[in-house]
């Protein structure tokens, strides 16, 4: 069985010193030996930014995609070999600006993958502009003056959707965001984990103090239910979002790929996808 130091490939990151990225990617390689798995069998695919780097950082098969469309592929890779466990990631630029409306229908499909967003609410890569995450009066270089625009809520956008997996986490909290990763793996249908992932550069109001001065660990609630959706739904509009744990989960609903009709078990990977003359050319005659 492989350790967590399988996972490390000779490949030293680039992000800032305090990046939290850095607490992301040892979460990903530490769940991903928790649940015995081998470097062959994890495929990590990501997007554009900062955060869309991690895939070439782990020993594992990666895919380096263009911005906000690491899902499309993501989802690609599960269909093509269901073998596979697939990660994809980004940052909340990615997942939730450019990409959100893949965001929501990979949600809403429920295919069998597990999306790590590192959400630092601010473009860090291109040097600290507003994101979707931002809040309303937030001073960067694309609004000196302070956002007029509300703060996008992907929790509440994941549960309207109809996610079966929403969790979130902090990136200073490497044992319970490991655990919630497992749990994502282990989840039969798609897994929304969002991570407040402090930049240190760029963003200097979301910093480690400010994120444990107002995080809600939902360890506080013994008796919260994370199958109960309305109960999740309010607790999350009662945080202000500002909330970490396993929020929501539903293991009742079927994964896109269980009902797909005629879908091999293998996936496409493995099927025969030879064809003989006549079959070719009566494809190609349904074009002229």
């Not at 001073?139 to 079966?164: H, N, Q, R, V, W």
Request: with cysteine; glycine share 10%.
């Amino acid at each position: 069985m492989a350790t967590f130091k399988e996972f490390r490939n000779n490949v030293k990151p680039n992000w800032c010193p305090g990046c939290g990225d850095f607490s992301i990617q040892a979460a990903i390689q530490r769940a991903a030996a928790n649940v015995g798995l081998e470097p062959e069998q994890l495929a990590v695919v990501s997007g554009i930014g900062c955060s869309g780097r991690i895939s070439g950082y782990i020993n594992a098969y990666g895919f380096h995609g263009i911005h906000g469309r690491a899902l499309p592929i993501a989802q690609g890779v599960k269909l093509a070999n269901r073998e596979l466990t697939v990660i994809a990631s980004g940052g909340d630029g990615d997942g939730f600006a450019i990409g959100m409306g893949h965001t929501v229908h990979a949600i809403r499909r429920n295919l069998n993958l597990t999306y790590i967003v590192m959400d630092n609410q601010i473009y860090g890569l291109t040097k600290g502009q507003t994101s979707p995450r931002s809040a309303e009066g937030f001073k960067t270089k694309s609004t000196p003056e302070g956002s007029i625009e509300s703060t996008l809520s992907p929790l509440e956008i994941a549960m309207s959707a109809g996610a079966t997996f929403v969790a979130q986490s902090f990136s200073s909290d490497l044992k319970q965001l490991t655990s919630l990763i497992e749990q994502g793996i282990k989840h039969e249908g798609f897994s929304l984990i969002n991570v407040f992932s402090p930049c240190v550069t760029f963003n200097k109001i979301n910093t480690y103090d400010w994120f444990k001065e107002n995080i809600v660990n939902l360890e506080q609630f013994p008796d919260y239910d994370p199958t109960n959706r309305v109960a999740a739904m309010n607790k999350i509009m009662e945080t202000n979002g500002m909330l970490t744990g396993l929020i929501y989960q539903n293991t009742a609903r079927k994964s896109y790929e269980d009902l797909v009709a005629g879908f091999k078990q293998e996936g496409l990977a493995k099927q025969n996808v030879k064809i003989t003359q006549d079959e070719f050319d009566k494809l190609v005659a349904e074009f002229k």
